[in-house]
């Protein structure tokens, strides 16, 4: 009973908000049958007490012979009397051990932080507790998978296989397994991380042409996996430029110009034949995050230099395949441009694209001047993390952090990305 009161002593300090709190707990001694059961209790304790890991009150009157109460004095040396981690510690080395294997990619690591801050509490992260470590590594491994872009264009269980090819049984099992607990993650990336994320304007339409003014959270289970690939079929992309598309790459003799008005709209088994047109020098790229942004800059902008893609939001791995091949086959180092909603999810949006294309971006309208000019006071999210990291992502951070302001893209005429 003394080890149990003890334990439970550890886990609430733990898990109290502020450290200077005091914990401490009255003994049941209904509980304790015998003189020899109150004895051995009373010994552990005062074990503890000499230790310093508890302070022991003593009772009153008639009840002095009596622990009245047992209060948490150092929980450190608490953890180390009982033989057990503190939530904290663990969950730094559950973190520590996870971060081993996770890239270089942004969100991947902000999922982490969240969870190891409610594992440091004793809460739940997703669906794990920080007693399951071989499930939190599993999650962590497929979340890993996703970010390097190792799903693209095959189906979970390929994928699933694929990421843990040494499990003994059943890999092909694994994701599914966890697609309860992953797709509320990934529905999490796609929207900035819940409360953060201005809901005034999603940027997820569908890519049918209609705008979808439903927020992320009600994207379709399969569309949330398309965004990271795991799909074999998945939705074209819209684009307008100076490229070409070679359709020998699927048997056809035909070649597709992306210069065709409005736009043109590629499939994933074209990439391979898609390339610049040769007249084009000093190529540009820019990427649009809103269904109606984009047919408004298709059809009121027009640069002979410039290809404009449609992200649909957070980009799927069809639309990060396609700027990849514009990026290698362009014969100059493009210049990359991005225009979105100024909020949590366009920073994130814009973030994302950068380090998944390992390229620097840069925004496109969405300039402090012009935030300050258009925008509306609204729930900015606490941006403060990304505002301090480098790139797009941190630059539309700022602005937001500076100006309290968020703009959605459907407020800004279209204009002519400038020429470095």
């Given amino acids: 009973m003394a080890t149990n009161l003890l334990a439970r002593l550890l886990r609430r300090a733990d898990r109290r908000r502020q450290e200077n709190r005091s914990v401490s707990e009255t003994p049941d001694y209904s509980r304790l049958r015998t003189g020899t059961d109150e004895a051995v209790f009373r010994r552990i304790l005062e074990q503890a007490a000499a230790a310093g890991a508890v302070s ?29 981690e503190r939530l904290p510690v663990q969950a730094r080395r559950v973190a520590d051990m996870v971060r081993t294997f996770l890239p270089a990619v942004g969100w991947t690591h902000d999922l982490l932080d969240r969870a190891t801050a409610r594992w440091t509490r004793g809460e739940s992260a997703f669906g794990l507790a920080i007693a399951d470590e071989a499930d939190i590594k599993a999650r962590f491994r497929i979340l890993a998978a996703l970010a390097r872009g190792e799903a693209d264009g095959i189906d979970p269980r390929t994928f699933s296989a694929r990421v843990f090819p040494l499990h003994p049984n059943d890999a092909s099992k694994i994701v599914e397994r966890h697609l309860g607990g992953l797709l509320p993650m990934l529905r999490d990336v796609i929207q900035g991380f819940g409360p953060e994320r201005d809901t005034a304007s999603t940027g997820m339409e569908d890519m049918a042409g209609a705008e ?7 994207i379709s289970d399969d569309g949330v996996l398309e965004r990271f690939g795991l799909l074999r079929f998945t939705a074209p992309v819209f684009l307008s430029g100076p490229v070409e598309i070679d359709l020998s790459v699927v048997g056809s003799d035909v070649r597709l110009p992306g210069s065709t008005p409005p736009f043109i709209t590629a499939h994933r ?49 069809t639309v990060l395949s396609l700027l990849r091949r514009l990026l290698a086959t ?75 302001l968020l703009l959605e893209q459907e407020r800004v005429d279209p204009q002519p990305v400038p020429a470095l």
């Fill in 330 to 404: 362009s014969p100059t180092p493009p210049i990359l441009w991005h225009w979105g909603d100024v909020d949590a999810g366009g920073a994130r949006i814009a973030e994302y694209l950068e380090q998944s294309l390992g390229a620097s971006i840069r925004p496109h309208l969405m300039g402090q001047d012009l935030v300050a000019h258009l925008g509306r006071a609204g729930h900015t999210g606490p941006l403060a993390p990304l505002a301090a990291r480098a790139g797009a992502g941190a630059e539309i951070a700022r602005v937001i952090l500076d100006t309290g």
């Fill in 269 to 317: 088994e074209w990439l391979p034949g898609l390339h610049w047109r040769a007249d084009v020098a000093s190529p540009r790229i820019l990427t649009i995050e809103n269904l109606t942004s984009f047919h408004r800059h298709v059809r009121e902008i027009r640069q002979d230099d410039v290809c404009t893609v449609y992200t649909g939001g957070f980009p799927s791995m």
């Fill in 212 to 218: 979808d003014d439903r927020q992320p959270s009600g």
């Fill in 56 to 84: 022991i009150v003593l009772g009153r009157f008639e009840r002095t012979h009596l622990i009245e109460k047992i209060r948490v004095a150092d929980a450190d040396r608490l953890a180390a009397f009982l033989g057990v």
